[in-house]
């Protein structure tokens, strides 16, 4: 079964303890969906690498607000904007992780 490494506002997900993963949750790889969902307040759970990608995790409730995005939901830009930005890093320093994880350096 797939690693959800949990999130958390100082900790890169990578950081964290990895526990398995349930059903009753909300996946997304879209950033700009993750970013409306975090800026309108549904709760980031955590990630999960996803070949090439990376998948965000929401609480359950977050697939409705999702449903009203499609549908044109809107929310404040200046704040949308600041949490993608928050989500692309989060995304960077995952990448990074990885790389280091795989090439360990020499001291």
Not at 50 to 64: G, L, Y
């Amino acid at each position: 079964m797939s690693k959800i490494y949990r999130s958390s506002e100082t900790h890169v997900a990578g950081d964290a303890t990895a526990t398995e993963a349930t059903t009753d949750v909300f996946i997304t790889t879209d950033l700009d969906l993750a970013a409306y969902l975090k800026t309108i307040g549904r709760t980031l759970i955590g990630t999960q690498r996803q070949s090439r990608f990376v998948a965000f995790i929401f609480e359950p409730p977050a697939k409705t607000d999702a449903q009203k995005y499609l549908t044109r939901a809107t929310a404040p830009a200046q704040t949308v904007l600041a949490t993608y930005r928050e989500l692309r890093t989060l995304i960077l320093n995952t990448e990074r992780q990885k790389k280091y994880a795989r090439h360990p350096s020499t001291v």
